[in-house]
């Protein structure tokens, strides 16, 4: 988290000091949970898994438009074990990982709206933007006697037989709608939800296939049983089943995750304001 924050407060300040004569810039804070679509959790678009947090700086163009720099954090995971769907039980894979967000974003309120004036003292709105997201997939399989009461980061396995990691950094792209309120002079209340799609299909470790014998995880014995903790254990060096070339996650390219929460804004305004 500690890198994203990094990044947020630079982009922070060169914002700032590009747009110094602005009219008006918003800060916002905003808190709530975090949810993800892939090939651990294919029908359920608002399952909310884990806790979001995140913050912004905004410069409003005019009651319409809005740019904006955003730091998002998050904790998304998913476990076969807890599914309704006998297949992924079988299965047997899970994964946890934290979200570090960076975006830029531009707004649209479709009613003549901000939170410094305005002849409305509410609006929707929706948002859309391009961004970054570091995440680290792991594994814990304490039902899996070879593997131990251990979290394995299981990127490094290589778990469908990449040659190398895949990256732990991909493009994002979010979209959303949302609610704001003006409550007192600079301050609004918001709350939102936006989906992001991300330009990779490994937020959840899996993607493709069970490795083959041409292409084995790292490490081995304890690769395998990472790529298919449900194999069972080796019996006269052979796996009670094997799985190799087989579908191992579904046919889409990219997960998705989801941010939704509420938050509170205050908007600095120039004497240079808006007229109405």
């Not at 960076?102 to 003549?112: H, P």
């Not at 979290?151 to 493009?171: D, I, V």
């Not at 600079?186 to 939102?192: D, K, T, V, Y």
């Not at 006269?236 to 799985?243: H, N």
């Amino acid at each position: 988290m500690r890198y994203g924050t990094r990044l947020f407060c630079f982009f922070v300040i060169s914002f700032i000091g590009f747009n110094a004569a602005a009219q008006t810039m918003e800060l916002g804070v905003v808190g709530g949970g975090a949810g993800y679509m892939g090939d651990l959790n294919q029908t359920k678009p608002l399952k909310i898994s884990g806790i979001s947090a995140g913050a912004y700086v905004k410069m409003n163009f005019d009651p319409y438009w809005g740019l904006g720099i955003h730091y998002n954090f998050g904790k998304i995971k998913a476990n076969d074990l807890s599914s309704d769907n006998a297949q992924f039980r079988d299965r047997g894979l899970n994964f946890k990982t934290s979200l570090n967000e960076i975006s830029l974003q531009v707004d649209f309120n479709f009613l003549d709206y901000f939170a410094g004036g305005g002849t409305k003292g509410f609006t929707p709105y929706i948002f859309t933007g391009i961004g970054g997201v570091f995440f680290s997939p792991k594994g814990y399989y304490p039902h899996v006697a070879e593997l131990g009461d251990q979290e394995y980061n299981l990127r490094f396995y290589r778990t469908e037989g990449q040659k190398e990691p895949y990256k732990n950094y991909a493009l994002t792209v979010p979209y959303g709608v949302g609610f704001k309120v003006r409550l007192k002079e600079n301050w609004g209340l918001f709350s939102q939800i936006g989906y992001r799609t991300a330009f990779t299909d490994y937020l959840d470790d899996v993607s493709g296939k069970y490795p083959d014998a041409n292409n084995p995880p790292a490490d081995g014995d304890r690769g395998l049983m990472l790529s298919d903790p449900n194999r069972g254990p080796l019996v006269s060096g052979i796996p009670r089943r094997t799985l190799s070339g087989t579908q191992r996650g579904d046919f889409r390219k990219r997960d998705t995750y989801m941010f939704v929460g509420i938050g509170i804004s205050y908007t600095f305004v120039s004497q240079k304001c808006y007229t109405f």
